[in-house]
């Protein structure tokens, strides 16, 4: 399969707390994206860092790529609450129609 | 808030029943996609269209689900025959097609008894 080698995790961490999440994945992709899901919602991007670059910052967010490796990771600074949720990394395989194929997920719980 | 209308949030199915969800996209994108996540979170691609047309399809879909995009209608997916491995949350999305990016409905959890 394109994955995605991002076995499940469970972190809990305290709020204010950093927390980084990582993803591997198997075959080239043009980009990867990390998704946020929360309990009964459906995932929403966060960002989303193409095969050129190396970083990706948005607000609390930073993302990077290694494409040598096919790896990325995903670090939420400043952790709030409301990051509880599970983050799942997603890849294209340069696929038409812009098919995402999603990891499995780590589930981040932010204890007030 | 998702600008994705996934109706209806839950429904609930008998082994051999139809079960049909609808997905309206958001306003302006031609490209929609069906997932199904299952209780452990994974996603499994179901199918895609662009426009009204299908791009890709898994085996799976082609052969016991049923699924359009009409214009001016909303999408549909629709499992002619559910079993009890169906029962999962079936997550729509559409995207603009140029950014790569899919904005996703809440979904509709099918639980099959």
């Known amino acids: 399969s394109q994955w995605g080698e991002e076995n499940l995790q469970a972190l809990s961490i305290q709020e204010g707390e950093d927390v980084t999440m990582n993803c591997s994945y198997k075959t080239y992709t043009t980009v990867v994206q990390w998704y946020r899901q929360k309990s009964g919602k459906g995932p929403a991007q966060l960002i989303l860092i193409r095969s050129n670059e190396r970083e990706k910052r948005s607000g609390r967010l930073r993302a990077t790529l290694d494409t040598s490796s096919q790896s990325s990771s995903l670090s939420i600074t400043g952790t709030l609450a409301t990051d509880t949720a599970v983050y799942f990394c997603a890849t294209d395989a340069n696929s038409a129609g812009n098919k995402l194929t999603f990891g499995i997920g780590t589930r981040v719980l932010v204890r007030p | 808030n998702s600008k994705v209308i996934q109706t209806p949030r839950y429904l609930v199915k008998g082994q051999g029943q139809k079960a049909k969800m609808r997905c309206i996209p958001e306003?302006?994108?031609?490209?929609v996609f069906w997932y199904q996540q299952n209780k452990n979170n994974e996603f499994k691609f179901l199918i895609n269209?662009?426009?009204?047309?299908?791009?890709?399809q898994i085996d799976m879909t082609e052969k016991r689900f049923s699924a359009e995009c009409p214009s001016n209608s909303p999408c549909s997916l629709e499992i002619q025959s559910s079993e009890a491995g169906d029962s999962a949350l079936y997550l729509c999305a559409s995207s603009p097609g140029n950014t790569g990016q899919l904005y996703f409905g809440e979904g509709s959890k099918l639980t099959v008894l």
């Open positions: 269209f662009q426009n009204q047309e299908v791009l890709q």
């Open positions: 306003k302006g994108h031609p490209v």
